[in-house]
């Protein structure tokens, strides 16, 4: 039987949504904002070891994939590494030889530690055929592939009993349990648990958990509900009921709140995680307390009816360095909130206080471009600047600073003949395929001396239609000229991934060019 839960479980007085262009609070005193980050961070999976939380989350065909954020508050996250250091399932995911992976790789997957072996888990389903199983012997790595299992776990979540038999919950609308061999590197067996009726639709996107005795199973009705099953034995049979239905959003504009996963306190409080639709700016985290009901069932804690955008901290507040501020990509790696567009050529560029990108590809189309490098927007406005040094550019060479999704425009410095002008490019898109259709149109130039020159966007990612970016750049870092004209951004849900910074460097007639980044500063208003 289908029950609705919306009990409020306590009596807050609060704003109930957040208006354009007010940023989350700095969580460092008694209360927190919703959003708890507002950048693109979907499919979440969220657990505690001890007194820390861990959060994955997908990031299709970025590399390195997987995510790992830590929190000691449930509120303040730091990027701390990535599951799956690079992509290697097939070789489309290098984007070489007119082969691409844009929205395929890493979809809904779960994240465990298990505590009998010291050993932290990861596995999720690449394009709907294997699973891949990979494990580190620290949540920092390495990481590295342990195994490969030829079912499908879609949408999966990850679950170690008492007993520490390992199960994954999975599936679409026809959810399944499996258990796996003890080393949880293989299947011992699967069984269907759950058929949705059609009153209820599609089902996706499952998290596995246990308390006192009972067996849950959260899973998504995309993109507005949030079901619960609960059953006494991990096969089943199944009970379920509501947790979250077209709940308003925090973030004015977004989706309703849904799919995620609960967590517990050491003081035995719980809260569930969700995400907001929030495009163009992609989907972004969403926090609230629950309590259990009677039944056994969990009880989302609303205000005035709809999901709070502010709420009580769930522990004190341990505030930890901001996602924004410069990056001056000091020492030899790339610090975990980058990723590239599909695998890198590893050849084409160097970390050595600033960031070297030589040009990988000869080509006119950026989504064909190797090594264009990605960093998440902060919403909900945001403002982005590179130092970049332009004096090894060759002629035909392209780079610069773009805003990075399936329609794309970018500012930064053409090299024809000699002569290097900065100039705005727009108009870059692909199809619902992922093919690219138009491979831009310049605005607008102007020329450029050779040597350091700043770039500079400024966007609006609040949820909606209309947003725009707006480029600008300097010589001096002080005067910025505006250069072209607004671009304005999709928020078209297919694409996946919401807008991302990309710096690329890329050749249009021969390799050998580089550029140098000195820093990347994000500011948020």
Request: charged share 15%; with cysteine.
């Amino acid at each position: 039987m289908l029950f609705r839960a919306i009990t409020i479980a306590l009596t807050i007085s609060l704003s109930t949504e957040v208006s354009a262009g007010i940023v989350p609070s700095n969580r460092s005193t008694g209360t927190f904002n919703n959003p708890v980050l507002w950048e693109d961070l979907a499919d979440l999976d969220v657990f505690r070891v001890d007194d820390a939380w861990y959060y994955s989350a997908s990031t299709m065909h970025y590399s390195p994939g997987a995510p790992i954020l830590r929190s000691y508050d449930l509120v303040n996250w730091e990027y701390i590494g990535h599951s799956v250091p690079t992509l290697e399932w097939s070789s489309k995911y290098n984007l070489t030889n007119n082969e691409r992976a844009y929205v395929k790789g890493i979809w809904a997957s779960t994240m465990r530690y298990r505590a009998s072996n010291k050993k932290w888990y990861w596995l999720g389903c690449i394009e709907s055929s294997k699973t891949y199983v990979y494990t580190a012997p620290a949540v920092t790595g390495p990481w590295s592939l342990a195994s490969t299992i030829n079912t499908c776990f879609y949408d999966a979540g990850l679950f170690i009993d008492d007993d520490d038999t390992m199960y994954v919950a999975y599936g679409n609308t026809r959810l399944s349990v499996a258990q796996l061999s003890p080393d949880g590197l293989s299947m011992v067996k699967t069984q269907q648990v759950y058929s949705s009726p059609g009153n209820i639709g599609t089902l996706e996107g499952s998290r596995m958990y246990k308390r006192n005795g009972q067996y849950y199973i959260f899973t998504t009705k995309p993109a507005n509900a949030e079901y619960v099953l609960k059953a006494s034995s991990p096969f089943g049979s199944y009970s379920i009921k509501i947790l979250a239905n077209s709940l308003a959003p925090p973030a004015a504009g977004g989706g309703n709140p849904h799919q995620g996963g609960i967590v517990d306190t050491p003081n035995g409080d719980w809260y569930y995680m969700a995400f907001e639709d929030a495009y163009p700016g992609g989907r972004i985290p969403v926090l609230a307390p629950i309590t259990w009901g009677s039944d056994g069932f969990p009880v989302l804690t609303l205000s005035n009816g709809r999901w709070g955008v502010t709420y009580p901290m769930p522990m004190p507040a341990h505030p930890l360095p901001l996602t924004t501020g410069t990056d001056s990509f000091s020492g030899t790696a790339l610090n975990h909130q980058w990723e590239w567009n599909h695998n890198p050529d590893v050849t084409k560029f160097t970390v050595n206080d600033g960031l070297t990108l030589k040009t990988a590809t000869v080509t006119n189309d950026l989504y064909a471009a190797r090594n264009t490098l990605t960093h998440r927007i902060h919403g909900p406005i945001s403002t982005a600047t590179i130092v970049m040094d332009t004096t090894n550019m060759a002629d035909g060479d392209r780079a610069g600073l773009s805003l990075f999704r399936d329609q794309s425009a970018w500012i930064g410095v053409l090299s024809d003949g000699g002569v290097l002008k900065v100039g705005m490019v727009n108009s870059i898109t692909m199809d619902g395929s992922w093919r690219t259709t138009n491979t831009g149109r310049t605005v607008a130039t102007a020329d450029a001396p050779k040597g350091t020159i700043y770039l500079r966007c400024n966007v609006n990612i609040n949820p909606g239609a209309g947003r725009t970016g707006t480029f600008s750049y300097s010589t001096d870092g002080t005067n910025f000229k505006n250069m072209g004209t607004a671009f304005t951004l999709t928020n078209d849900w297919r694409y996946f991934i919401g807008y991302r910074w990309g710096i690329f460097n890329y050749a249009t007639k021969a390799l050998g060019g580089s550029v140098k980044v000195s820093s990347f500063t994000q500011d948020v208003s």
